[in-house]
């Protein structure tokens, strides 16, 4: 079994220790986070936890960029699609990344 690149294993775990279940404080957290989602390629992580962490940046950029009147990006798709998620998806998602990340951790145990 191929084990997730070691820059998976440092960086899901900086992500996950700037994360909360905090009802009031998930949306939050999870926006400050945001760059994350774009760093982290699938590619790096082994191929049984590559899947899980696909899915979760499609969940996470599904509603696509904010475009202004003139078409013009004015917030990013993850952004955007974390601002219309309510506090329980927030939630929901930060805890399939922390899970993502124990098992991470695993493979390098």
């Known amino acids: 079994m191929n084990k997730s690149n070691i820059f998976v294993h440092i960086e899901l775990s900086k992500l996950v220790a700037n994360l909360t279940t905090n009802i009031l404080l998930s949306k939050e957290y999870l926006k400050s986070q945001a760059g994350y989602f774009n760093i982290i390629p ?3 992580f082994s191929d049984a936890l590559s899947p899980e962490w696909q899915s979760i940046i499609e969940v996470i950029k599904h509603k696509g960029p904010k475009l202004d009147e003139s078409g013009r990006i004015v917030s990013n ?3 955007n699609t974390i601002e219309q998620m309510s506090s329980e998806e ?3 998602l930060a805890m399939r990344i922390i899970s993502l990340r124990d098992k991470v ?3 390098f145990e």
């Open 77 to 79: 798709a993850v952004l």
């Open 42 to 44: 699938p590619k790096y």
């Open 105 to 107: 951790m695993q493979e």
């Open 90 to 92: 927030c939630i929901a």
